[in-house]
Every structure is written in structure tokens, then in C-alpha cells.
């Protein structure tokens, strides 16, 4: 650790976003396996600390991953690691994101959301023709929301950790002035960038 | 199979806990790599209004029920980094990536 990323990592409980760094490891998310992806376990690295790599949360409960409790062990603290022991991540501090600092992976995934959910698209308004407008809002919303905190940790497995981004879509047409209150789901990648598994999925209160 | 194909999910659901998943049942896969033999499948509520389940599920737990037509190109775009190495498509039981390289050795035998 540098002298700056010591003081990020002295700082990291204060502070109301952090990065999740392991210096000895440089497998993310983004990097090929040849073997097999991100496995169980890659060398000495556990999958979570592989998926976890590089990755901004914001620091707070239920957004981001959950830390080992050593409340009700034995572990010596040298060996109290972040996420279990002798782990080697570490949490680096920094301040709340800007949206336009998030990087927003939509790639195929809107004709994928016209193709499986297109009645529902067409009876908020939409035609196959707005699927540039819809993207737009989608990913407006999405980094606004992401970079607010308004978001939640939905699970974690081998793909990574899937979070929930709520999101309000405008009506368009006919249901122009109408709103709807839908989630949206995305896998966090190293470096502020969200990856689009689920465009539009169900409705929140 | 590969990213955007429709796929019916024929594993023990006992192997799947927490996904809900039920035998039988058709979803997409939505996103395009392998990663530990597995590929993530997307499961769509069909009245659009609870959560889309999604899970990562083995190849061999996972049977074609219909083809898209995406091309290599449009796979290589939407792959980590663009990595062509990437495992992200089955063939003829090989699992194999854009490079034309076969991961198995034994066709329908993943871990071969």
C-alpha cells in the first residue's frame, strides 16, 4: 500500500463509500480463467475475494457485502481478515461517486427486454421504435440512483455480487403522466462499472 | 447454447438451493461467458411483476429449447474486456469460446 491508499484504508469506516482492494491478488470479475471463470477457490483466493476485487460500495448495511463476525470467536485479530479470516482485502475510503463517474454496461440487453417483455413495454407507452428513449432513461436513472445510494445488495454467487437499482420509469403516448415504480438489476464490476442482467424487472413499493 | 438462446432447466432442483428453480422450467441466458461450467439463465415472472430469478446453472442441468441468432461479433462485444477466450458457447457437447477451442476433451462431458 502506498501512503495515500494507507490513509484510504485508515479512513474506510468514515467515509460513506469504499473500494475493496486485495494487493496480492489481480484476478477481477473481468479477468478470463483459463480453466474455469471465477471459481470456488482461484490459487489462494476465495471466490467472493475474487468477485469483490476493485468493486465501490456505497458503506452501509444491506449495500454492501457482508463482513465476517468475529463477535463470537477465538480468532486472533492478526488473523481477523474483511470477509473471513487471514482475507486479505482491504477497504480503501472515498467519497460519494459522481453519476457520470459510473459506467453503465447495457450491451444487447434492450433488445432482450423488448423481445421477452414487450407487451408491458407497449402498455407504458413505448413502440419498438423508442428503445433508444427507454435505454437512455434506464441508464440515467440507473447511475443517479447507484451513485445516491439508492440501491440494494440482492445476492451474491459465482457471477459476482447482483444488486437492485429502483428505478421510476415515465409512461410515454397515451400514458404519458403516469409512472412506474420497477427494479432494475445489475452485477458490480471493478472501477464503478454496473453490468445489466435484468432492464426492467419487478415492481417496488 | 449461447447468450440470448432459451434453455429449460433439467437438474435437481436440491442442487440449486436458494434460486427457487423449478424442473422444467424455460428461461434465457442473458449473460454470455461460462464461468465454472455454468451459465447465468434468467427465469421471467410471467405476469411482469415479481423479481426476474436468476441463477447460475450447470451445462449439463440445461437443454436448447430455442436458438437466437446473435452473431460472434456481437457475443465478443458484450464478454468481459471483449476477451475472446472466454468459454461462451456449447456445440455438439464441447463447450467452446470464440478462439474455436474446446475446453472438454470428451463431448458431453464438461469436466473432461
Given amino acids: ?205 | 447454447m449461447k447468450i440470448y438462446d432459451d434453455v429449460r432447466f433439467i437438474g435437481n432442483e436440491n442442487n440449486y438451493d436458494g434460486y427457487n428453480l423449478k424442473h422444467g422450467e424455460i428461461g434465457t441466458i442473458t449473460l454470455p461467458e461460462i464461468r465454472d461450467n455454468c451459465f447465468y439463465v434468467t427465469f421471467i415472472d410471467p405476469s411482469f411483476e415479481e423479481d426476474d430469478r436468476s441463477a447460475p446453472i450447470k451445462i449439463s442441468d440445461l437443454e436448447l429449447v430455442k436458438s437466437g441468432t446473435i452473431s460472434d461479433d456481437k457475443i465478443l462485444k458484450e464478454l468481459p474486456k471483449n476477451d475472446p477466450r472466454w468459454w461462451c458457447k456449447v456445440e455438439n457437447g464441447y463447450i467452446l469460446n470464440l478462439l474455436g477451442e474446446k475446453k472438454n476433451k470428451i463431448p458431453y462431458d464438461y469436466n473432461s
Fill in chain 1, 1 to 205: 500500500m502506498n501512503n495515500d491508499e494507507l490513509f484510504r484504508n485508515n479512513v474506510a469506516d468514515l467515509m460513506p463509500w469504499f473500494k475493496v482492494v486485495d494487493f496480492r491478488n489481480p484476478l477481477t470479475l473481468d479477468d478470463f480463467s483459463y480453466e474455469s471463470g471465477v471459481p470456488d477457490k482461484v490459487g489462494d483466493h476465495c471466490q467472493k475475494c475474487v468477485t469483490v476485487n476493485q468493486c465501490y460500495f456505497k458503506n452501509e448495511k444491506d449495500k454492501k457485502p457482508e463482513e465476517f463476525d468475529y463477535s463470537n470467536t477465538d480468532i486472533s485479530r492478526f488473523e481477523q481478515g474483511l470477509y473471513h479470516p487471514n482475507c486479505e482485502c482491504k477497504k480503501l475510503g472515498y467519497a460519494t461517486p459522481m453519476s457520470a463517474e459510473i459506467k453503465i454496461r447495457m450491451d444487447n440487453r434492450m433488445d432482450y427486454l423488448f423481445d421477452k417483455k414487450n407487451g408491458l413495454i407497449k402498455a407504458w407507452g413505448y413502440l419498438d421504435s423508442d428503445k433508444k428513449e427507454l435505454e437512455k432513461i434506464i441508464v440515467e436513472q440507473s447511475k443517479n440512483n447507484y451513485a445516491s445510494g439508492n440501491y440494494s445488495i440482492y445476492k451474491h454467487d459465482k457471477y459476482g455480487f447482483a444488486i437492485t437499482i429502483y428505478l421510476t420509469i415515465p409512461g410515454k403516448g397515451i400514458k404519458l403522466g403516469r409512472f412506474y415504480k420497477r427494479k432494475s438489476g445489475y452485477i458490480v464490476y471493478p472501477n464503478k462499472t454496473l453490468r445489466n442482467t435484468t432492464p426492467i424487472g419487478g415492481i417496488w413499493k
